[in-house]
């Protein structure tokens, strides 16, 4: 599972992560390996390394709706707006 490698990557020291793994691993058991792994896709499109979520997505059904990426906002223009090369 790549959401297993990028939560252990994600953490200072993979250990961190452990806990996060085998509570990921326990809810294939809950909810079947297919929504599991449906899920996972998902959260690591979105770049979501958690546990919580994953497990919230599960009980949500969101397994089952497409990934669709969110629509970047349009960038504001103002005379009062500093942009980052502002703080260069």
Not at 40 to 59: F, N, P
Request: hydrophobic content about 35%; overall charge positive.
């Amino acid at each position: 599972m790549q959401l297993i490698t990028a939560i252990l990557h994600s953490r200072r020291h993979p250990e961190q992560g452990y806990r996060s793994y085998l509570g990921t691993l326990r809810l294939g058991e809950r909810f079947g390996e297919a929504r599991l792994e449906a899920v996972c896709q998902r959260a690591l499109a979105i770049k979501v390394l958690s546990y919580r979520s994953v497990e919230s997505m599960l009980s949500h059904g969101l397994d089952a709706q497409p990934v669709t990426p969110e629509p970047s906002a349009p960038r504001l223009q103002h005379d009062n707006l500093r942009g980052p090369e502002y703080f260069h």
